[in-house]
């Protein structure tokens, strides 16, 4: 059984930065694609970034040149560095293991910037 825990939100202003932390169970962590979601009130769940076992990223348009995404294996955590924040960006975070139809998901973690 796999569980994810998120952590680092919270409430910023704009222009501000957060990291978030998403801490794995298991064994599987190493060799599997982590991914960052958000989903904002009235929205659909929307990838931010990803990265595969071997450390290659991609991150979503509205996002990039203000996010990073990064992995410790050791550590078995994937974590997304948060920049220059718009209140657009304002959403709960989950983070996935695997792939979004069939893998695993975290509890999310609220990120809410103000203007």
């Known amino acids: 059984q796999v569980q994810l825990v998120e952590s680092g939100g919270g409430l910023v202003q704009a222009g501000g930065s957060l990291r978030l932390s998403c801490a794995a169970s298991g064994s599987i962590f190493s060799i599997n694609t982590m991914g960052w979601y958000r989903q904002a009130p009235g929205k659909q769940r929307e990838l931010v970034a990803g990265i595969t076992p071997c450390g290659s990223k991609n991150y979503a348009d509205s996002v990039k040149g203000r996010v990073t995404i990064s992995r410790d294996n050791a550590k078995n955590t994937v974590y997304l560095q948060l920049n220059n924040l718009k209140s657009e960006d304002t959403a709960v975070y989950y983070c996935?293991?695997?792939?979004?139809?069939?893998?695993?998901w975290g509890q999310g973690t609220q990120v809410t910037v103000s203007s």
């Open positions: 996935n293991l695997g792939n979004p139809i069939s893998g695993y």
